[in-house]
């Protein structure tokens, strides 16, 4: 099973960008996903999850600007980013965790994309 981020890219202040991640292999089930990032000189931080259910979770940096959404016949996980700042610059990392169709669990981190907030 992998994973595959897109849809990083330059935003200048105050605009929008939309993540994905699609995942590829022989999965049974995914529960959880999430959206994590990690800034140069910082540690990763966990952006936004969401449940085998659809439940969402925020961080209180990203609430009300960033939406979290999964697709789970086509596999795939959204991150739309609204509202962007500068201090939402970093690599973010897509990871799911789930079950493979050989019935044993998955852990898994895509290869990242970075966003860039800059004028």
């Known amino acids: 099973v992998q994973l595959q981020a897109s849809g990083g890219g330059l935003v200048q202040p105050g605009g929008s960008l939309r993540l994905s991640c699609v995942a590829s292999?022989?999965?049974?089930?995914?529960?959880?996903m999430g959206w994590y990032r990690q800034a140069p000189g910082k540690q990763r931080e966990l952006v936004a999850a969401?449940?085998?259910?659809?439940?969402?979770n925020y961080a209180d940096s990203v609430k009300g600007r960033f939406t979290i959404s999964r697709d789970n016949a086509k596999k795939t996980m959204y991150l739309q980013m609204d509202s962007l700042k500068p201090e939402d610059t970093a690599v973010y990392l897509c990871?799911?965790?789930?079950?493979?169709?050989?019935?044993?669990?998955?852990?898994?981190w895509g290869q990242g994309t970075l966003v860039t907030v800059s004028s």
């Open positions: 969401i449940t085998s259910g659809g439940s969402p």
């Open positions: 990871h799911y965790q789930g079950l493979g169709t050989d019935w044993r669990p998955f852990d898994l």
């Open positions: 292999g022989n999965i049974f089930r995914i529960n959880a």
